[in-house]
């Protein structure tokens, strides 16, 4: 049995791996491995306002951030019922539009052409081919300059907002980027050239499911309230989840999806093979000049699909400037902030973009994302595994590695985005009551006494510690006395440590919670400043075993007593103490 590994991907977003498991003449196993850590964004999200959420889901990554925010305002909006003028409609897609072009281009230039050229990187392809190199550098610098007219910055841009933009471009900014594009043709029909007459291998080949947005009107584009497969079927952006199907893998941090049981593709080459037939102008005598039966079976003709979705948008661009001139700047639309639910379909350079929301009580109340590199994981896995197994029937197990690697990058993936799962869990009702009798089982714990008694709730865990002596318990302590005779806490290396305190973590009064220590010291959200000196002093094993069985106060006031709800919270803590 042999194992061939990529530990490290060269030349992709963000960091990920391949590798095939070859027994004899059979490839037993092919595993594509996204190591990026997840982004989290899904849950950083719960309980932010909308205009919140349109900022915080860009994060995700810096080489797709426009099309995330475009795919959170169409959600968002639908959650609103807000509907946008044709001028906002426009500029959205030009913003969108600069990013297809700085995205593809780099891409295809930087990152898949040194493979065809017979170079490792492209600094060392630009000796022999330094017009291409400068036709990918001036091309990315006006995708980059078109993202910064729109969205205020190159990255992460605050100018797109739900109802409209934040500022409109002048006159004159709008003119310049439309002579640039029509300028910029030779060079885009060069693109489209080389990359679509590039000696594409047959290796591997084999049909698949392709799907992607259906524009309205039977346009092409990269927008829409529906998914379109190849297959003919449509589904409504609401029923998104009948094409995903997500779940997870062993071996990598980033969701996977199948549709009906079989992996699927979705970018440029999933565009173009679903809609190619709407593409007009230049572009649509290139589609027909180019294209092929290939396209649908071949994953690394998605390079020749997104070489003619540059060209695509630089066409596209004049058109929707001129249109976007004869249009006065619209102010934003007013919406009201309710209970609602959306979903937005966004075509990202690298393929269908799904962002979906629930909003209660005006605020974010679920998220779910769906990117495209994550979609796209079962077909890239199943193309290599065709690759490798067709190589080592041939006898050239020595070009099987190359190949796994030249599959990847046709993907353009961007695993970055992939891995922004977080699964979140709600605890059951009362879950503090569950957790101390596990710690109990384990060990005997000793408590910990931790407040100031003259603060109303903050006496709560001096008294709750006074209480348990006076019913029996051994080993409790108040802060004064640990201060005092903190050696004897050395000699309890096993046994777990439970402080008992009031705690502001932004609950009700008297709700219960029990937390690792380390939450305490780490969370600013937290208010009581547990003991100084056992941060410093506490070692590693006890800190792993050291717990805090926290009260949520209800007033910290001096000279007051102890109130109502944070009192019934002591006695009932107390007998689940003592049970």
């Known amino acids: 049995m042999k194992k061939i590994s990529i530990d490290h991907l060269a030349r992709l977003e963000g960091n990920g ?3 095939a498991v070859i027994d004899g003449k059979a490839v037993t196993e092919v595993k594509f491995s996204i190591y990026e850590g997840p982004r989290l964004i899904e849950r950083l999200t ?7 959420n349109i900022n915080i889901v860009p994060r995700i990554c810096a080489i797709c951030s426009i099309s995330h925010k475009y795919a959170a305002l169409r959600a968002m909006e639908n959650a609103l019922d807000v509907k946008v003028p044709s001028k906002v409609a426009l500029f959205r897609e030009l913003m969108h539009l600069g990013e297809m072009i700085e995205s593809h281009s ?16 492209v600094i060392a392809m630009a000796s022999k081919y330094e017009l291409e190199v400068k036709i990918a550098l001036e091309m990315k610098a006006f995708g980059n300059h078109i993202m910064k007219i729109a969205s205020g910055r190159y990255i992460h841009g605050e100018n797109p907002v739900i109802g409209g933009f934040g500022k409109c471009p002048s006159k004159e900014e709008l003119i310049w980027i439309k002579n640039r594009a029509i300028h910029f043709m030779p060079f885009v029909l060069k693109t489209v050239e080389i990359f679509c007459e590039l000696d594409y291998p047959d290796c591997p080949e084999d049909d698949t499911i392709y799907a992607s947005c259906n524009p309205d009107r039977g346009k092409y584009g990269f927008v829409g309230d529906e998914i379109i497969l190849s297959t003919g079927e449509t589904i409504k952006k609401e029923d998104y989840k009948d094409l995903t199907n997500e779940f997870v893998v062993s071996y990598s941090n980033a969701k996977r999806s199948r549709y009906k049981g079989k992996p699927y593709s979705v970018g440029a080459l999933a565009r173009v093979n679903i809609l190619g037939d709407r593409l007009r102008g230049e572009t649509r005598k290139m589609y027909q000049k180019y294209f092929s039966r290939r396209w ?3 994953p690394l003709f998605n390079n020749a699909a997104q070489a003619l979705e540059i ?4 066409e596209r661009i004049p058109e929707i400037i001129d249109k976007m001139l004869k249009l006065a700047n619209p102010p934003l639309v007013k919406y009201r902030v309710k209970e609602g639910k959306g979903t937005g379909l966004v075509e990202a350079p690298r393929g269908l973009l799904i962002h979906s929301y629930e909003l209660s009580d005006g605020l974010v109340s679920h998220t779910d994302i769906v990117t495209p590199t994550a979609q796209n994981a079962e077909d890239i896995e199943r193309y290599c595994y065709i690759a490798a197994q067709k190589f080592l029937h041939r006898g050239e197990e020595d070009k099987i590695r190359d190949r796994m690697e030249l599959v990847i990058r046709s993907y353009d993936p961007c695993l970055s985005c992939s891995a922004h799962m977080a699964e979140v869990k709600k605890a059951p009702k009362e879950d503090w009551k569950t957790k101390l009798n596990k710690i109990k089982k384990k060990s005997t714990p000793i408590f910990g006494g931790v407040g100031k008694y003259d603060r109303s709730d903050d006496g709560a865990g001096i008294e709750l510690a006074l209480e348990l002596r006076k019913r029996g318990v051994s080993d409790v302590w108040l802060e004064s006395e640990i201060i005092e005779r903190e050696a004897h806490w050395y000699n309890s290396l096993h046994r777990p440590i439970i402080f008992l305190d009031a705690v502001n973590f932004q609950e009700k009064p008297g709700k219960v919670t029990l937390l690792p220590l380390h939450h305490v010291f780490s969370n600013s959200a937290l208010s009581h400043r547990l003991l100084p000196f056992i941060a410093d002093k506490i070692n590693h094993v006890q800190l792993k075993n050291s717990f805090v069985l926290g009260i949520q106060p209800k007033s910290i006031k001096k000279a007051q007593k102890i109130s109502d709800p944070v009192r019934k919270a002591l006695t009932q803590v107390r007998e689940q103490i003592i049970k």
Not at 106 to 121: K, M, T
């Open 17 to 19: 791996g391949i590798s």
């Open 46 to 52: 719960l309980g932010k306002t909308p205009e919140e």
């Open 106 to 121: 780099l891409h295809l230039y930087y990152l898949a052409l040194p493979d065809y050229a017979g170079f490792p990187i």
């Open 296 to 298: 649908k079976k071949n």
């Open 311 to 314: 060209l695509y948008a630089f």
